[in-house]
């Protein structure tokens, strides 16, 4: 019963990191476009990220906070 025990839990520490939800990200492009995008971008690519550095959990709540983004020149969906 141990051994079950063990191994189960040894699996479910596995597969956890797996089910990590998405995280999303404001972004401002050169040109004053902004964004809700699914991966952190790179600093290199152009765009830097506004709003939450950390990201937003949903893309609902990323789409609500980029509405409320005053330096935003226009938006792409």
């Known amino acids: 019963m141990?051994?079950?025990l063990i191994a189960s839990l040894l699996t479910?520490?596995?597969?956890?990191?797996g089910f990590a939800a998405a995280k999303y990200y404001l972004v401002i492009d050169t040109v004053g476009n902004c964004a809700a995008v699914e991966s952190e971008p790179s600093a290199n690519a152009g765009m830097k990220i506004i709003g939450k550095k950390g990201g937003y959990d949903s893309a609902d709540a990323a789409k609500k906070a980029l509405k409320d983004m005053k330096e935003c020149k226009g938006v792409v969906e």
């Not at 479910?12 to 990191?17: D, E, I, K, N, Y």
């Open 12 to 17: 479910f520490s596995l597969v956890t990191p």
């Open 2 to 4: 141990r051994r079950y």
